[in-house]
């Protein structure tokens, strides 16, 4: 075989191999105890449907949930991400998706108020059933 056929047959085999293994890792499923499902929230069809990012996702979400408090009409997380990190173990990406959840509900707030919506906002996340 000529040496650039059998460079372009082993770069072949090299894509093909990685294309399987990010196909594989993004249809990989965590299992969760019922306990774990409970303390998420979370049915047994929904935790079914969560890959690993986005278990710690929520699980960040929820253990952030504490330092979450109303100020006004706007959700305020109450704890730095270096502190969220050497307290809870929260890295600064899961720190950075929550606090984008966060600004994305005191929109979804602001919006209804200036729709004239009468919001009844819990005092903080702890208190949402």
Known sequence: MPMKKKHLTILAFLTVSCLCL??????????????????????????????PDMLEHRKASFILSEYVVLKGQQYVLEISAKEALEKKGISQELYDKVAKDLADTNAAINKALQEGQKLNLPQSFKDIP
């Open 22 to 51: 990010s196909l594989t890792s993004c249809q990989e499923k965590t299992r969760l105890t019922k306990l774990e499902m409970e303390q998420l929230k979370l049915t047994p069809e929904e935790a079914e449907r969560l890959t």
